[in-house]
C-alpha cells in the first residue's frame, strides 16, 4: 500500500520513511505541506498519509484542512504528528479533518497498530462505496422496470378498453347498418319512378348522405371488430391489380398514373387476402386525396423481394404530411379532412391489420413533395 509522509526534518523523515518501508508500505516523502497537498491532489493519491503538524510554508493542519475541502473521492486517511507537549494541537487536529494522531516520537508499535486501523477503515469505506453503487445500480434497474411495468399496464388497460368499445360499437354499427340498407334500396325503389326534377334531385342527395354515413359505419365496425384472418398464400402484384381496378377510373378523373415497379423475384406472402385488399384500398384512396388537383400527379407501387420479408413502397406525388403530424396519422379518429369526407380510421385499420399479419408500416414524407408508406410483410418462407 502507498502512504505519504510529509515532515520538514529530514532526520525524522528518513527515520519515518524507512520503517514504513520495512513494514511493506511504498513511501511517498515530501519535505513540506505545498508538496504534499499537490500529491494527494494527483488523480490516484496515496490512501494514506502522515503529516507533520509544524512545517515552514503550509503546516499539516492546513494541508489537512485543504484534503478535506477539495477530495472527496477517494477518501485520504490522515495522521497528524505532534509533539508531546502540545495537546491542544491534537483536538484543532482533528477538528480540521485528521482521522489520528501521533505524539513524536513516535512508537514503532503505536504507529504499526494505528496504520492497521487506518487500513481497516479505508477497507471498509471501499467496500461501503462498493455497496453503495450495487444499490444505485439496483435502484436505477428498478426505476426502470417500474417505468416498463406502468407503460404495459397502461397499455393493458387501454387495450382493455378498446377492446369493450370495440364489442358495444360493432353492435352498434350493425344496427345502424341494417336501416341504412334498408334506406337505400328504398332509395333506389323510389328513383324507379317518375318524379318531378326536384324530387329526383333530392333523393340524389339523400342517397349520397347515406353512402356516406354507411362507408363511415362500415369503417367504424371494422376498426372495432375485425374478424379472425384467413391466412393463405397470396400473391401481391396480383392482389393489388385486382384492387386497383375497383378504384382506377376514379384514378384516372383525377389524371393521376399508377406506375408498378414490380419485383419478379418476389415470394407469395401468407396473409389474409380481403384484410390486405382493405389495406391497399386505403391506402390508394388516402393517395387519390393527396394528389387531387395537383399536376402530374403519380402514384408508383413498388415490391422488393427481401430474406424473408417482402417490401411495399406506396409512393405519392401528393402534399405530404408536415413532420408534426407524421405520428398523429395513425391514430385512430385523426383526420384533416373535412367534416363527414374522412373518418380517420383508414390508416388506423391497415396498422392493426398489418400488425396481425407480423408485418410492419412506416411513413416517410417530406411536406409539397409527397408521402411514401413502407410495408414489411413475412413471405411465406418465414413462416414456421
Ligand atoms: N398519402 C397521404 N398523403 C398525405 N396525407 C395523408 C396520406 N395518407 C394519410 N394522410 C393523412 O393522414 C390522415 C389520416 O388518414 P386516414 O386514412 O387514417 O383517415 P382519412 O383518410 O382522413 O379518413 P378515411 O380513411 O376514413 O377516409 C389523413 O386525414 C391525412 O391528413
Ligand atoms: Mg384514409
Known amino acids: 500500500m502507498r502512504i505519504l509522509i510529509a515532515d520538514d526534518a529530514p532526520l525524522y523523515r528518513r527515520s519515518l520513511e524507512a520503517f514504513l518501508t520495512k513494514e511493506g508500505y511504498e513511501v511517498l516523502a515530501c519535505s513540506d505541506g505545498a508538496e504534499a497537498l499537490v500529491a494527494l491532489e494527483s488523480p490516484d493519491p496515496p490512501r494514506l498519509a502522515i503529516l507533520d503538524w509544524v512545517m515552514p ?93 406502468q407503460k404495459t399496464q397502461s397499455l393493458l388497460v387501454r387495450q382493455e378498453k378498446l377492446a369493450s368499445i370495440g364489442t358495444l360499437s360493432s353492435g352498434v354499427c350493425h344496427e345502424i347498418l341494417n336501416p341504412l340498407n334498408i334506406m337505400s334500396a328504398t332509395i333506389q325503389v323510389m328513383k324507379l319512378d317518375e318524379h318531378p326534377l326536384e324530387v329526383n334531385e333530392n333523393l340524389d342527395v339523400i342517397m349520397e348522405q347515406i353512402q356516406r354515413a354507411t362507408k363511415i359505419t362500415n369503417n367504424l ?15 401481391i402484384h396480383d392482389l393489388f391489380d385486382k384492387t386497383a381496378t375497383l378504384i382506377e377510373h376514379d384514378l384516372e378523373l383525377d ?15 401468407y396473409a389474409d387476402e380481403d384484410q390486405l385488399t382493405q389495406v391497399f384500398l386505403n391506402l390508394l384512396n388516402n393517395a ?3 394528389m387531387k388537383g395537383r399536376q402530374e400527379s403519380s402514384l408508383t407501387v413498388q415490391t422488393k423481394a427481401l430474406d424473408t420479408e417482402v417490401e411495399i413502397r406506396f409512393i405519392d406525388t401528393g402534399t405530404g ?61 418465414s413462416k414456421g
Open 57 to 149: 510554508g503550509m503546516e499539516g493542519v492546513e494541508v489537512c484542512r485543504k484534503v478535506r475541502h477539495q477530495i472527496k473521492d477517494p477518501y485520504i486517511y490522515i495522521i497528524v504528528l505532534t509533539s508531546k507537549e502540545k495537546s491542544e494541537d491534537i483536538v484543532a487536529g482533528l477538528e480540521a479533518g485528521a482521522d489520528d494522531y501521533l505524539i513524536k516520537p513516535f512508537e514503532a508499535q503505536e504507529l504499526r497498530v494505528r496504520l492497521r486501523a487506518g487500513k481497516r477503515i479505508l477497507d471498509l469505506q471501499t467496500e461501503g462505496k462498493r455497496q453503495e453503487e450495487a444499490l444505485r445500480k439496483g435502484n436505477e434497474e428498478l426505476k426502470q422496470a417500474l417505468g416498463e411495468l
Open 221 to 235: 365496425r371494422m376498426f372495432a371488430h375485425q374478424k379472425e384472418a384467413e391466412i393463405k398464400p397470396v400473391d
Open 255 to 269: 389524371n393521376i398514373m399508377i406506375n408498378r415497379s414490380y419485383d419478379p423475384d418476389l415470394s407469395l406472402v
Open 288 to 290: 387519390k386525396d393527396a
Open 321 to 381: 404530411i408536415p413532420d408534426k403530424l407524421l405520428d398523429k396519422i395513425f391514430d385512430p379518429f385523426y383526420t384533416t379532412k373535412d367534416p363527414g369526407k374522412g373518418t380517420g380510421l383508414g390508416l388506423s385499420i391497415i396498422h392493426s391489420i398489418i400488425e396481425k399479419h407480423n408485418g410492419t408500416i412506416k411513413v416517410e414524407s417530406e411536406e409539397g413533395k409527397g408521402t411514401t408508406f413502407v410495408i414489411l410483410l413475412p413471405t411465406e418462407n
